[in-house]
């Protein structure tokens, strides 16, 4: 859990970074309709959440340094006894100062209202610019509003700043609880894998595979996947993000696996790739050793002042050099690597940035150079191959074989830490599991 105090100081931190007679806005997600007056599950907005822990839709969050009656305002829902009834428990004003810390709390309905008179005099406004149509107009509405009036005194600003660039740098690096909940998804999430390879059968549909990793992430109390879950047999594992997750598994056949669960808005994200018999084929066998001898030199890699590109090179000269040897390319490694030839079969990023997304803020570039890391990212690293059933240039043994093996990983004061390690990765340690689940 992430306690008050966290939000607090998060708050805090913000404002101190801010300029002198600023201001700041957000807003939460909407509600999004599903069908007719059916609703998706709320997920609330990430930087709204990181910031006040509040989530409930037709929400502002107002972040003023130095206000005399309180530097945080939460403009929100107020408690409808009726709604209660239908719908569920909701903060109300009340709640909203003696559960979330604000300051004050104000109804949301009189946010346009008075929103003028909050920037009236304020020099810079920083707020997600063009990512909330809706809080763009507001915010440009109440400008024109108090342009109208400067002949009776009133000071619109004249500055607008994006709130991603220094929001994201504060969520890039994770707190002890912070981490402590990506543990947690992580751990459920490994259950749900372990689930499903226990499980696995030829004649299954990958659909029946995602139903026991949808309950085991459930079963402990995770309702919400951190993405859509891939569960893709044979040839659509060469699909990147295949999700339809409706095709019969066959033997003979490998199936891939992303999936990831979600604790306190904080995301788990794995990859595991194993047959659905139970016993790799000498191709598969020799494909994913390669995948996995390219993870664990880029995890080698992960630690305190290497830059985060380095990971990424580390797995493309061992896929290289593994493919060049397997017949798959010919040529120079060194060229074969200048000239991308790799992109065939290798075409995405070893890794992202983990936390409350799954393909988490943060910039990968600072200064035009690749950023170094620091203790406290949380990072994944998922090298793969990915030979096309389409693919006439490469012997037909290989063709319609996709692997992605990928695990989480915290950057430590030392080196890092994977937090998915419990999961089996090697071809024994799958193959073991496997036949003991038989």
Known sequence: MITPGEFKQRRKHLMRHMKKNSIALLASAPAVTRNRDVEYPYRQNSDFHYLTGFDEPESVAVFAPGRKKGEFILFCRKFDETKAVWTGKHAGLEGAKGHYGADEAIPIEDFAETLPTLLDGKSMVVYPIGMD?????????????????????????????????????????????????????????????????????????????????????????????????????????????????????????????????????????????????????????????????????????????????????????????????????????????????????????????????????????LNEKWRLLEPGMVLTVEPGLYVSPSCMEVDSKWRGIGIRIEDDVLVTEKGNDVLSAAMPKTVDEIETFMGASR
């Open 133 to 365: 149509t809706e809080l763009d107009r507001q915010v440009m509405t109440a400008v024109n509003t108090l342009r109208r009036k400067a002949r009776t005194g009133a000071k619109p600003p004249e500055e607008f700043i994006a709130l991603d660039r220094m929001l994201h740098e504060m969520r890039l690096f994770k707190s002890a609880d912070e981490i402590s909940l990506m543990r947690k998804a992580v751990d459920v999430s490994i259950q749900a894998h372990k689930r499903a390879m226990a499980i696995c059968r030829p004649g299954l549909y990958e659909y029946q595979i995602e139903a026991e990793i949808a309950h085991e992430c459930m079963r402990h109390g995770l309702r919400n996947a951190a993405y859509p879950a891939i569960v893709a047999g044979g040839h659509n594992a060469c699909v990147l993000h295949y999700t339809e997750n409706t095709a019969q598994l066959r033997d003979g056949d490998l199936l891939l696996i992303d999936a990831g669960a979600e604790c306190g808005n904080y995301a788990a994200d794995i990859t595991r790739t194993f047959p659905v018999n139970g016993r790799y084929s000498e191709p598969q066998r020799q494909l994913y050793d390669l995948v996995l001898d390219a993870q664990l030199a880029a995890i080698a890699k992960i630690k305190p002042g290497n830059s985060w590109i380095e990971p990424h090179e580390a797995a493309v000269r061992v896929l290289v050099r593994g493919l060049v040897s397997l017949g798959l390319l010919e040529g120079r490694i060194s060229k074969l690597i200048k000239d991308e030839a790799y992109k065939p079969f290798f075409m995405h990023r070893t890794g992202h940035w983990l936390g409350m997304d799954v393909h988490d803020v943060g910039d990968y570039k």
